[in-house]
């Protein structure tokens, strides 16, 4: 069969229009006449994802910018106060129902009781249908799922109504951000390389804010010298740090906690060799038989903080299924409200992404004419390379949105309608808006789509009028709470004693082969060697520069990385020994050749040089051999 595309054009009667027509034949692509087609696609959005086709104005956006954009979407973060997309494609509703998070009603019937936990709706037959909501669970990235009713006790219900919204949903609708004024313009540097400048706005009133649960999980296990404990009784631990804890040594529901803080009391026993000499000596002295345990708590992290939201408790009492070797297990929520912050990520819905560089005073953000503050500033210099113009339609059909309190529909593909179709609708929307308004600066037919902004820290106008309107930005789950890092000293890999790597190991940042480059290329000689060794793996160096710097002396020159060592000790045992010698003049002028330990470090050495072995030679092996015969020679006759 010949199948042409969803979006061919027809006219009024269903006839297809045009000489030539794309179709699918035979698993290929070719074209034919009108006459020829035997099918037409149901709808153009067949052919694209869930996720794509809740992008508005696709038909306008690069591919690789709409794939951004497909992925971007499903990293948006839950909003406290979610908000439908004022311009949309129609397939929100759909979206938000097939996901799941919403509730909806199997019956018809009246809602015969709801709160915030339960809906009830009694049907025709008078039977009582219950619907459970799900409130401040956790997801599996960390974020608040809840729903809230959406109807009122007496309410008639008919079935597959929406009862209840999801995390993620307004009305029935999947709402992933919110409705912001923007403005493609320079500002001070501000948004260079897609930063982006957003108003004060939209952290007091909570336009961004979310809610992030955290799971934090600790086991106590049978040892080979006894069972773990969970208990209130740590050892060296003050009161102030145990008042949180109920008597079980588990933290209670609705304490606040901040990093270091202990959410789970726990010790483990510990032998004889775990404990310090002094402690030996007074058990030795006093007899005193100290209790033979090591503080394990579970502690908050660094750089968490929260409300304590859910505690569990699993043990096999219960009857619940533990990891082998556990004997109870506790789980506790951590929630958090997070606020947008600068370094934070954002996004539009056509793969425009960006991180917010400043957070800008409402009285310093530009204006429009009637004085309304901007709430977002974006980089003009964003849309021509990517070619994603339709963020610039959905910016100014969400303008006229805004003006005259309506919400679009704009399924993709729309040149199925006529020529131009976006730029048409878009052009007529925004000259209704200025009519409804009657603000001719709403929309001026000589500079379209484009309003005089004033600068608001001086209320001087700019020298162009720019691009204004309301766009649909989502707040990404690349979070710069979850991402900030900083290290002193911490712990070392084994093998190359160089700092680990990520913010779970408390590691280091990797001063790779192409930053080793940049620096070689300004001839940073001291700041190279610096960091290839003191920083890095010369072990007994960073000592003594740690030791230099608390004693505020000089810090001593650098000895050989581990590394080296490392790759000097492969060599050997691949039988390649590599010797380095240097020549030194005597008092009397000679010059001599003296070998250069490499394995060596100056001062003290820690790692065994070396091995030497001294010449053999032939005679001398030969002698050996005629010597361990005649042994046995005499061994033989005794030992028969």
């Known amino acids: ?163 209840a919204d999801g995390s993620a949903a307004e009305g029935g609708e999947i709402a992933l951000g919110q409705n912001v004024l923007i403005t493609y313009m320079p500002w001070e540097g501000y948004n260079y390389e897609d930063a982006i400048l957003i108003s004060e706005r939209l952290v007091y009133e909570d336009y961004y804010t979310s809610i992030h649960i955290e799971k934090f999980e600790i086991e106590a296990r049978q040892t080979k010298l006894g069972p773990e404990e969970i208990t209130r009784e740590i050892p060296n631990v003050g009161e102030d740090a145990l ?111 960006g991180i917010i560089s400043r957070i800008l005073p409402i009285e310093d953000m530009p204006y429009l004419p009637d004085g309304t503050p901007i709430d977002i500033v974006l980089n003009p210099l964003g849309v021509p390379s990517r070619m994603n113009v339709g963020q610039v339609f959905e910016c100014l059909l969400g303008w006229a949105a805004h003006v005259l309190d309506m919400r679009f529909k704009m399924t993709p593909f729309d040149e199925m309608y006529g020529q131009e179709a976006s730029r048409i609708t878009t052009h007529g929307k925004l000259q209704e808006a200025r009519e409804e308004s009657g603000n001719d600066w709403v929309f001026n037919p000589n500079n379209p789509g484009k309003i005089q902004l004033y600068d608001g820290r001086t209320g001087e106008p700019f020298d162009q009028p720019t691009t204004v309107g309301k766009a649909y930005m989502l707040k990404l789950v690349h979070l710069v709470d979850d991402k900030i890092h900083a290290r002193s000293t911490g712990p070392y890999s084994l093998v190359t004693q160089q700092p680990l790597g990520g913010k779970a190991q408390q590691g280091g940042q990797r001063f790779g082969e192409m930053e080793v480059w940049a620096l070689e290329a300004f001839g940073a000689a001291y700041t190279l060697q610096e960091l290839l060794t003191v920083k890095s793996d010369d072990m007994q160096g960073r000592n003594e520069a740690l030791n230099a710097i608390v004693k505020g002396k000089a810090i001593p020159r650098p000895g050989t990385p581990e590394s080296f060592k490392v790759l000097m000790r492969e060599l050997q045992s691949l039988c390649l020994d590599i010797v380095a010698h240097k020549l030194e003049t005597s008092e009397d002028g000679t010059s001599q050749d003296i070998e250069v330990d490499l394995m060596a470090d100056v001062g003290s050495r820690r790692t065994p040089s070396r091995p030497t072995y001294e010449s053999i030679s032939r005679d001398e092996i030969e002698e050996g051999e005629g010597a361990t015969a005649a042994t046995e020679e005499q061994t033989a006759p005794s030992s028969s």
């Open 1 to 163: 069969l010949r199948v042409a595309p969803g979006d061919v054009a027809t006219d009024e009667n269903g006839y297809i229009i045009g000489d030539t027509i794309p179709v699918r034949y035979r698993q290929d692509f070719t074209t034919t006449t009108p006459t020829e087609v035997d099918r037409v696609a149901v709808s153009p959005v067949q052919i694209i994802s869930v996720a794509t086709s809740l992008i508005p104005f696709l038909e306008h956006d690069d591919a690789n910018r709409a794939l951004m954009g497909s992925n971007m979407q499903r990293q948006a973060v839950p909003l406290l106060r979610p908000e439908r997309p004022l311009v949309g494609t129609g397939l929100e509703a759909q979206a938000a129902r097939d996901s799941g998070m919403v509730i909806v009603s199997r019956t018809a019937g009246v809602v015969s009781y709801v709160d915030a936990n339960w809906v009830r709706v009694r049907d025709d037959e008078g039977h009582e249908h219950s619907y459970e909501l799900q409130k401040y669970q956790r997801s599996n990235q960390d974020t608040c799922l809840n729903q809230r009713p959406l109807v009122f006790e007496g309410d008639r219900i008919v079935p597959g109504q929406v009862l």
């Open 243 to 353: 008042r949180q804890l109920d008597e079980g040594g588990i933290i209670r529901i609705g304490a606040w906690v901040e990093a270091g803080d202990i959410l789970v009391g726990k010790v483990t026993p510990k032998g004889e060799s775990d404990q310090p000499p002094e402690e030996k000596l007074l058990r030795a002295i006093f007899g005193e038989k100290a209790r033979d345990v090591r503080d394990n708590s579970l502690r908050v992290p660094n750089g968490e903080k929260g409300r304590v939201v859910d505690v569990r408790v699993f043990t096999r009492e219960q009857g619940d299924e533990l990891p082998p070797g556990a004997n109870m297990v506790v789980r506790v929520y951590v929630a958090q409200k997070r606020k947008i912050q600068v370094g934070d990520k954002m996004a539009g819905r056509h793969g425009n992404k």
